[in-house]
């Protein structure tokens, strides 16, 4: 038979009015066989057949409209459709007896032999079996051409999995051909199940057969999310096989669903999602306690962990949330979000810049906040050092502003954002967040010492993932434009966080916190950058270093190799949370800390960037410039040449 013509049609289901017609129509055809095979008396009139007719059509029309059995997806109709196809016709005959019953009862005569009833349900439920069955035959002829369509594995050899395999099998104009099942588990091998071959794992043998086969990729239902971020999946990263993520399975077995193709719903798999780390919990009774009925502002709210805040802190019910930003469309962005997401929190809108005091202190007045977690800041590492002078104003000065207001206004709690950069920095960048740290917790103990109340609290960690500007968004626009993805160094390591996990710790260790701690997070184990990079490529489905290249573009202005969350000198204390540690640091005096701020703000502020660097590496002697114009002050320190002009510096610069 030529179903070219069938082709040609876009119909993705059979409508389910068509779907109802027919089984009316089978209905009615089991009732004429009855009449014909002669199971009726002989002498049944024509006016009665009819009568019977309409009752059997009545009933079984309004039980399968009120049981929906019709709107089954026919191609993707397993044992469910079965079950309520067989359900809505038992209930069809129940009600046939039950009228039969009723009339013999009254009248003394029956509209049907009990015998028929069952004969005319048991035609039925076959005739409609078989009229599904032929649909699902001809939606997979029409299907059966495989040109273009990638062929895949699909994980496991449950329900969901033969389920999830046959509807790609069966799709219209389908991205995926399934070829088989990979089981996990020992078994016999070449069984089958459902017609499709089970494949035994086997790692010595595994990546031969994909190559030998022609497989494409690995595809797993969202169930199978554990065993993939357990580390199953990086044999198949380390051999360059694709993996897809389903998570919509289970909704394909309802008809809400009917009018989208399943491939729609098959993503690839997200470095994300093969971190392994535990999940992340979001409905902390401590937060709760302390954030509920609150007002709470939040700088830098437009930015990946203020916005992140933002959305956790309207989740935990603050009376008000205060977004102060100086970024206009994220700052509007962020309230439709709010609008459509969380449209009971009370939001305000507050344009303006931490550097600018006085409209830091036009929000402090106008809305009192009791919490104020600080996550303005500049943050790229390269960027600021070509502008060393802007981080010292952001970073420093800007911190300086807030915290003080925050002390001024009687604010509970001070929650400063800091990262791990600021432990041993090599650039300006962790050196400004070192001095914002030194700030905040000596104003603490000063203002402790003269009786004010409010805590300052300090949170560092390392790089999150997806933030803005971090490496991974990166590596999938160079991947998605062909390449070449760029590594700075082939040994660079950094620790990593999600967005969601590094600020659930933020508003833990801030209500857990009384003032003076700099909290530091567990980060699991770092990541090699350039492991990372070949994953992602492997993610998907090409192959590293043939398809996309991965060059080593050296190390930027200010980076260094190794990521550190604590100075060689530190220690630290567990807390209740084993990933939240409080860091034992060197405590300053605040007066001193004041004058060294005055005098490198100051420098700042006029320019000098020679002046500024060397006050700054005078204060924090940790502070040792990398691959960095600066590095010549730290030779001019310790006196190893002579001293470079703040000209020579600043020109160099250039």
């Given amino acids: 038979m030529d ?55 009545a009933v079984y029309f309004a039980v399968t409209y009120i049981s929906k059995s019709y709107t089954c997806v026919i191609r993707l109709s397993v044992i469910e459709d079965l079950y309520r196809i067989f359900m809505a016709i038992a209930f069809s005959t129940l009600v046939l007896f039950i009228l039969n019953v009723g009339k013999q009862v009254i009248t003394g005569t029956t509209f049907f032999k009990y015998w028929d009833i069952l004969v005319i349900g048991a035609l039925s439920f ?11 035959y001809l939606y ?41 099942l990979l089981s996990i588990k020992a078994g016999a091998e070449n069984s089958e199940i459902n017609g499709f071959k089970v494949y035994r794992f086997n790692p010595t043998t595994m990546s031969d057969l994909f190559a030998s086969d022609n497989i494409d990729a690995l595809i797993f239902d969202a169930k199978s999310n554990n065993l993939m971020s357990s580390g199953f999946a990086d044999f198949f ?51 709760s306690e302390h954030i509920k009925g609150s007002c709470v502002l939040i700088t830098g709210a437009c930015g990946s ?86 981080a010292i104003l952001a970073n420093v000065m800007g911190t300086r502003n807030v915290a003080d207001l925050a002390l001024k206004y009687d604010v509970y709690k001070f929650v400063m954002i800091s990262t791990d950069k600021a432990v041993n920095p090599t650039n300006v960048m962790g050196c400004t967040k070192r001095l914002a740290e030194i700030y905040c917790q000596s104003l603490f103990f000063e203002a402790q010492h003269r009786g004010k109340k409010t805590q300052f609290i300090t949170t560092r960690f390392g790089n999150v993932l997806g933030s803005n500007g971090s490496v991974i968004p990166l590596f999938r626009k160079q991947i998605a434009a062909g390449g070449p993805v760029t590594v700075t160094h082939k040994e660079i390591i950094r620790y990593f966080m999600t967005i969601p996990e590094a600020c659930s710790l933020v508003l833990e260790a801030g209500c857990m916190g009384s003032g003076g701690e700099i909290y530091i997070f567990d980060m699991g184990e770092p990541v090699k950058i350039y492991d990372l990079a070949r994953r992602m490529i492997s993610l998907a489905g090409l192959k590293p270093g043939v398809d996309i290249k991965i060059e080593e573009i050296g190390l930027r202005p200010g980076e260094k190799l190794y990521e550190e969350l604590l100075n060689d000198k530190e220690k630290t204390t567990a807390t209740v949370n084993k990933k ?23 420098l700042a502020s006029a320019g000098d960037v020679h002046g500024m660097i060397y006050a700054m590496k005078e204060f924090v002697p940790e502070y040792k410039s990398q691959h960095s114009r600066f590095e010549a002050i730290d030779k001019e320190i310790e006196g190893e040449e002579t001293p470079a002009s703040p000209e020579v510096v600043q020109q160099s610069a250039e």
């Fill in 237 to 287: 990263i380390k051999n360059d096989i694709a993996l897809l993520a389903m998570n919509k399975v289970a909704e394909f077995e309802q008809d809400k669903d009917s009018d989208k193709n399943i491939s729609t719903f098959i993503k690839e798999v997200q470095i994300e999602d093969l971190l392994g780390r535990d999940p992340i919990v979001l409905n902390n009774p401590l937060v």
């Fill in 140 to 180: 997979m002829r029409m299907n059966s051409a495989t040109e273009g369509r990638k062929r895949v594995l699909v994980l496991g050899t449950s329900f969901n999995s033969v389920f999830l395999a046959n509807a790609l099998k069966g799709e219209i104009g389908g991205k995926y051909l399934p070829v088989g």
């Fill in 580 to 602: 939240i540690m409080i860091a034992k640091v060197k405590i300053y005096d605040y007066q001193e800390v004041c004058a060294h701020l005055d005098n490198i703000i100051k």
């Fill in 3 to 57: 179903l070219r013509l069938f082709r040609s049609f876009k119909v993705k289901t059979t409508p389910r009015w068509i779907i109802l017609l027919l089984d009316m129509l089978i209905v009615m055809i089991s009732f004429a066989a009855t009449v014909l095979a002669g199971m009726f008396s002989v002498h049944t009139s024509a006016a009665t057949i009819l009568t019977n007719a309409f009752i059997v059509f």
């Fill in 305 to 390: 962990i203020g916005s992140e805040i933002v959305r956790q802190v309207a989740n935990y019910g603050a009376s008000k949330i205060v977004l102060f930003d100086q970024a206009e469309t994220p700052m509007h962005d962020i309230s439709l979000e709010m609008k459509k997401e969380r449209p009971n929190a009370d939001i305000e809108l507050f344009m303006g810049d931490v550097r600018n005091r006085e409209r830091v202190e036009e929000a402090f007045a106008k809305f009192r906040p009791r919490y104020v977690f600080h996550a303005a800041a500049y943050k790229h590492v390269p960027m600021m050092e070509i502008n060393p002078t802007e």
């Fill in 126 to 136: 076959s005739l409609m079996m078989i009229e599904r069955l032929c649909i699902k």
